[in-house]
Nanobody
């Protein structure tokens, strides 16, 4: 089992920045990939960024160049630095861990609201 707790969401204006954090606990040694996803009201959940344990990162086209995913192994934390935020970035953001058995674990989510 892996437990994930997100924090850092809030209300910002367009163009501002936010940093989300996801603290992982449990059997994190078996996690192969951490990722951030978001779900806007009325939309399906979509992947935003991912980071593999070897440091390889991927980003969706909508956030590439604006968001940065990183991992602090010492703190068991995966962060999402979000810059130049847009109103369309408004969503609930979720952290996910996938282990080498392809089991998936989700956090409870944190709300990000970007006003125009």
């Amino acid at each position: 089992q892996v437990q994930l707790v997100e924090s850092g969401g809030g209300l910002v204006q367009a163009g501002e920045s936010l940093k989300l954090s996801c603290v992982a606990s449990g059997r994190i040694g078996f996690v192969g990939v951490f990722s951030w996803h978001r779900q806007a009201a009325g939309n399906q959940r979509e992947v935003v960024a991912s980071i593999a344990r070897d440091g390889t990162t991927t980003y969706s086209d909508s956030v590439k160049g604006r968001f940065t995913i990183s991992e602090d192994n010492a703190k068991n934390t995966v962060s999402l630095e979000m810059n130049s935020l847009k109103p369309e970035d408004t969503a609930v953001y979720y952290c996910k861990a996938r282990n080498y058995n392809n089991d998936e674990y989700w956090g409870q989510g944190t709300q990000v609201t970007v006003s125009s």
